[in-house]
């Protein structure tokens, strides 16, 4: 805790950012390979085309996640922004 209220909230929500991200990973992977385990063990043609959906949704869910995970290292990058440095954020002051 800093004794900002602010910057408490900020790092609190970066701590819950950093747990989600991996874990929205995770299902997104898990879902493209339940779509590939439905779609070798679909017999008929309407099975396999929604298991082949499945695929595309985790597929696309994967790419999503991961690019804006990429857009926001870059940005960080090539703004010079220091990720380890404390923010100066605004506080009312107290007496």
């Known amino acids: 805790m800093t004794g900002n209220p602010l910057q408490d ?11 989600v991200v991996p874990l929205l990973i995770t299902l997104a992977l898990l879902f493209f390979i339940w779509g590939v385990a439905k779609f070798v063990t679909a017999k008929e ?5 929604k298991a082949r959906d499945i695929m595309i949704y985790g597929a696309i869910g994967l790419f999503v996640i991961v690019s804006i995970w990429g857009i926001v290292a870059m940005l ?8 380890n440095a404390v923010p100066d954020l605004p506080f009312v002051p107290t007496r």
């Not at 909230?9 to 747990?19: G, N, T």
């Not at 043609?45 to 085309?49: G, I, P, R």
């Not at 960080?76 to 990720?83: A, E, H, K, L, P």
């Open 76 to 83: 960080q990058v090539f703004t010079n922004v220091d990720t």
């Open 9 to 19: 909230i900020v790092f609190q929500m970066q701590d819950l950012l950093d747990a």
């Open 45 to 49: 043609a309407e099975e396999k085309e």
